[in-house]
């Protein structure tokens, strides 16, 4: 396409478009709609549980029977999908995270209330052990080390329990090389062929996840940091490497994240594959964007939606955000 205005100023004004609200709208290269939306949700044991979580005001560790509500809810504003992640308290906790491949952990009761209330919502699955073990790592820790190929067995394993229970999507978080191939075999073994994979394909060690990790229960019971298995954030053509390779392992979407601060390996990851992908407004972008807006700094209903806008500019089909009913509501008024 080439790009060189074909008039020269004065004949071409740039601002005449800009005028008027009808025309701002018409001219508008990127929408943003409640369909663009998969709803982050954190899950906690109990009933009637709302708790709210210090970092991320507006979010709530809800027990199962809130998370039906927030289904119902996501349905009846148009939001296709569901993302829940776990908390779990430190009793819980083991150091190979075995609560992982129990059948009636909290995210399988979970999704089993939410598919018998409301079939028609997308559930998303967190695949990574970091909610189970002791230590807060995605995976087995041996000897200081992440071992790579017996975790992704557990992770296969996860996998087919949450499929069972329900999920439609399963999304690996956890970076351990060779797991989508894994999942993808042992789910088809089971009969899961129509279950998809979204990969966490780039996903950087980052620290904007920092709310995430008090919230499901994690910051204190971390030990070290994820840079032996999570991206350095100074890398770009090493996300290539990583969404070819779980593109070519049968992931069915890829997503990168955090969101904002990689806008340009989202632009990257489009052009060069053209595969479906996602791009997940993590915690401490939500919580950023909260915390200057409560302090009056910033409109935050606008900052909001302008950094949603931003994904979808930066080439993203969809966003996971914990923003997803506030900007739905936005939207839809
Ligand atoms: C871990 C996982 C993380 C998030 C989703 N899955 C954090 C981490 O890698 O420590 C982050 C979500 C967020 O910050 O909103 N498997």
Known sequence: MNKTPQAGFPALRLRRPRQSGWSRRLFAETNISPDDFIWAIVLKEGKGLREPIAAMPGVYRLSPDEAVKA???????????????????????????????????????????????APEVGLMADVAL??????????????????????????????????????????????????????????????FQNIQIMAYAAKYASAFYGPYREAIGSSGVLKGDKRTYQMNPANSDEALREVALDLAEGADSVMVKPGLPYLDIVRQVKDAFGAPTFVFQ??????????????????????????????????????????AAEAAMALNT
């Open 282 to 323: 993590v915690s401490g972008e939500y919580a950023m964007i909260k915390a200057a807006s409560e302090n009056g700094w910033l409109n935050g209903e606008m900052a909001m939606l302008e950094s949603l806008t931003a994904f979808k500019r930066a080439g993203a089909n969809g966003v996971i955000t914990y923003f």
């Open 71 to 117: 289904a119902k809810q996501a349905r009846d504003l148009g939001i296709p999908a569901l993302a829940l992640f776990p908390y779990t308290d430190t009793e819980n906790r083991t150091p190979n995270g075995e609560e992982a491949l129990n059948p009636d952990n909290l995210m399988c009761r979970a999704a089993r209330a939410i598919k018998d209330a």
């Open 130 to 191: 970091d909610p189970y073990t002791d230590h807060g790592h995605d995976g087995l820790l041996r000897n200081n080390e992440i071992i790579n190929d017996e975790t992704v067995d557990i992770l296969v394993q996860q996998s087919i329990v949450q499929a069972r229970a329900g999920f439609d999507i399963i999304a690996p978080s956890d970076m351990m090389d060779g797991r989508v191939g894994a999942i993808r075999a042992g789910l088809d073994s089971e009969g």
